[in-house]
């Protein structure tokens, strides 16, 4: 009897569920190992370790990182049996052609292997990257808390600066990310005007830091979160009244009955897209089964699992093929829920009647303030955002 080949997928918790594990396992024949660690953990390994995995689950802005390391190889798109259906945001930037180009990390800019090695927009038939994932992250608060003189304005990623929130901030401790909520906080505040606020000049990031630290002895910032789960005990406890949010915490506060609006910021959206991609170290059957599971991945059923905490899948209409009406017109349409609908495990999530803030994907996708980025100066935002967080202690 052949054994089994085991194919190990490093990432996060935000897309390697257990839901998805099994059933790969099971529709595909082979053993998955789901490698899981924070955000930084994950990357850390990804560029120094490459031996120790076979796919890489990250985001695009991850790539800046573990390509330049040679930590991971090519992907073949004539292997890749659904590349075409895959819609334009992550091959041309925006869905439409009239959508706005946001600053930042765009996937398409890291998306293809050019000729000489390098990355960029210019199509090939080699990819960096599978796209998957994706969403538009903003922050959340309880409206409980809401200060008056708030109430009925426009929401704004200034709000984090709002001193009338103070001592009841959370931001994302990650750099890659945080620092872009709070460059988008100081731009929003008026406090200064960035060139390109997905890339950072050095005098600039001395502006946010200096900003950012002035705050911080004020203990404006109630903590700093690193994973999700993190980021749900902070926003269920009493402290921490408005904080940057992802998804799936979103959907926890949401089944712990908590009041929250999720903010649809004018100034837009910050963005992320994710995806799998291929350490330099797979070989053989086991690049194969790899293959396989990122054919797996475009074929609609994990697409619609992701629906179901609220992302985006790269090619939406497999997903549909997997969802109910009633669940494709709440998470892609942007409807109001004809019935309770389930979460991603399988048990209630949205009742009948909601909204999904933000609208529909072509809305949400469409209203992108920045792509998470990784700067030219991200070693220098590293060390300034580090002496940010030390500086309430």
């Not at 899981?36 to 990250?58: E, F, G, K, W």
């Not at 330049?68 to 590349?83: E, H, K």
């Not at 103070?166 to 008026?190: M, P």
């Not at 494709?328 to 609908?341: I, K, M």
Request: include cysteine; charged fraction near 20%; glycine fraction near 8%.
């Amino acid at each position: 009897m052949t054994a089994k080949v085991t194919l190990r997928v490093l990432g996060t918790s935000v897309t390697l569920l257990e839901s998805i594990r099994l059933r790969a396992e099971q529709e595909l024949g082979i053993e998955l190992v789901y490698q899981i660690h924070d955000a930084q953990t994950a990357q850390r390994i990804a560029v120094m370790q490459p031996h120790t995995y076979d796919l890489y689950d990250q985001w695009f802005h991850n790539v800046d990182f573990v390509w330049p390391a040679g930590a991971i190889q090519p992907i073949d798109t004539r292997r890749v049996a659904l590349w075409d259906e895959i819609n334009d945001l992550p091959k041309r930037g925006r869905l439409h052609p009239g959508d706005t180009l946001a600053n930042g990390g765009l996937p398409c800019d890291r998306l293809y292997v050019q000729h000489d090695g390098s990355l960029g927009s210019t199509p090939t038939g080699s990819i960096s990257m599978l796209p998957l994932t994706h969403n538009a992250d903003s922050f959340a608060y309880r409206p409980e808390h809401l200060p008056k003189a708030l109430a009925g304005q426009p929401e704004s990623w200034a709000w984090l600066l709002d001193e009338r929130w103070c001592g009841h901030v959370a931001l994302q401790s990650d750099a890659a990310i945080g620092a872009l909520d709070a460059a988008l906080a100081v731009q929003a505040s008026g406090l200064a005007q960035f060139a390109n606020i997905g890339n950072l000049r050095l005098e600039e990031i001395d502006t946010l830091a200096s900003f950012l630290i002035q705050r911080q002895r004020h203990r404006h910032f109630a903590a700093f979160w690193g994973d999700d789960r993190e980021a749900g005990e902070l926003m269920l406890g009493p402290a921490v009244h408005i904080q940057s949010l992802w998804s799936p915490t979103l959907m926890q506060l949401h089944r712990a009955g908590i009041q929250y609006r999720l903010a649809i910021p004018r100034e837009g959206y910050r963005a992320w897209f994710g995806g799998l991609s291929l350490s330099r170290c797979v070989q053989g059957p086991v690049k194969d089964a790899a293959y396989a599971y990122l054919n797996w991945w475009l074929a609609g059923w994990p697409g619609a699992v992701m629906a179901r905490q609220g992302f985006y899948i790269s090619n939406p209409p497999r997903a549909r093929d997997h969802l109910s009406s009633a669940e494709w017109d709440y998470w892609y349409a942007g409807l109001p829920a004809r019935e309770q609908l389930m979460g991603s495990d399988g048990q209630p999530l949205i009742e009948a009647g909601e909204v999904r803030e933000g609208g529909a994907y072509e809305q949400r996708m469409g209203h992108i303030g920045v792509w998470n980025a990784v700067m030219d100066e991200h070693n220098y935002l590293v060390r300034k955002w580090a002496d940010f967080l030390r500086a309430g202690r």
